[in-house]
């Protein structure tokens, strides 16, 4: 089983920033694609950003898109999520998951998925 491990949620006010870390413990991240998924109190899960196994492809839900920057460095088993111009909306569990297969998680089709166990958002003043 893969161990992936969210961080750098947290509170923060809109308009503000945050950087979330997807850490990967006991196995190279560098074959993995990469989504974040976010789900807020009473609302199902959704895609938030992907980013493929090289770094090369990314995408984003239009939601965030500008405002959102996925990254990776794989030297460091690590995915990051640039969160800007945070909205009240943006609330949510942020979640990271690990797969062989790009597409799938830009399709949201995550049933071969590895989970991290989140990360809190909150953008509140």
């Known amino acids: 089983q893969l161990q992936l491990v969210e961080s750098g949620g947290g509170l923060v006010q809109p308009g503000g920033s945050l950087r979330l870390s997807c850490a990967a413990s006991?196995?190279?991240?560098?074959?993995?694609?990469i989504g974040w998924f976010r789900q807020a109190p009473g609302k199902e899960r959704e895609g938030v950003s992907c980013?493929?196994?090289?770094?090369?492809?990314?995408d984003y839900a239009d939601s965030v898109k500008d405002r959102f920057t996925i990254s990776r460095d794989n030297a460091k088993n690590t995915v990051y999520l640039q969160m800007d111009s945070l909205k009240p909306e943006d609330t949510a569990v942020y979640y990271c998951?690990?797969?062989?297969?790009?597409?799938?998680?830009?399709?949201?089709?995550?049933?071969?998925?590895?989970w991290g166990q989140g990360t809190q958002v909150t953008v509140s003043s």
């Open positions: 980013i493929s196994s090289s770094g090369s492809n990314t």
């Open positions: 006991g196995f190279k991240l560098d074959v993995y694609a």
């Open positions: 998951a690990a797969d062989l297969s790009y597409l799938s998680l830009r399709r949201g089709s995550t049933e071969f998925s590895s």
